[in-house]
């Protein structure tokens, strides 16, 4: 893959890159992190995690229809978010919006994705 | 089956790095983007 993946100009589907920061993981900044969490432990900060992002997403932007978060190690895909909206106006608004707010002391880049199908949504 | 829960005070949403409070993120992002802040910074 050339990751040189086209951004569309119009999607239901938003991404934003590197937001679920696992605590296993060893880049993470998070002091209050640690990684002696128990596997319970863990699958509850992602639950609480996505809960508290899917909440949040769907009530000030719009009617969610899927939100994946990817745990693997890539690089290019370390914690992106993606999140499929109903309606693409909603998914701009988001992008839009979302770009000016904080995550957790960070600030969260948004962007549109052409990924429509996440099944079908490997790279090639 | 999953008891619904009351909506509770988020640890993430509007959470700005401590001492950037001021500026916006967009302002912080264009910081990262020149390299006068990480790009990936601790909370």
């Known amino acids: 893959c050339s990751r040189i993946h086209n951004k569309p100009t119009f ?42 992002v ?10 969610i229809e899927e939100m994946n978060v990817c745990d693997n190690l890539g690089d290019h895909l370390t914690g992106n978010i993606y999140v499929k909206f109903r309606h693409e106006e909603d998914a701009e608004k988001a992008v839009t919006e979302l770009n000016n707010r904080w995550f957790g002391g960070r600030p969260i880049h948004a962007e549109l994705s052409p990924v429509t199908d996440f099944r079908e949504a490997c790279c090639r | ?19 950037f409070e001021h500026i916006t993120p967009m302002q912080y992002k264009a910081l990262q983007a020149s390299g006068q802040v990480p790009a990936i910074g601790p909370p």
């Open chain 1, 54 to 63: 899917f909440l949040e997403l769907d009530e000030k932007y719009g009617s």
């Open chain 2, 1 to 19: 089956p999953r008891r619904p829960r009351e909506k509770r005070i988020s640890l993430y949403w509007d959470i700005a790095p401590t001492g």
């Open chain 1, 11 to 52: 999607s239901q589907t938003m991404v934003m890159p590197n937001l679920y920061q696992n605590p296993r993981n060893a880049t993470t900044m998070d002091p209050t992190l640690t990684c002696s969490m128990t596997d319970d432990e863990l699958q509850e900060y992602y639950d609480n995690f996505f809960e508290d």
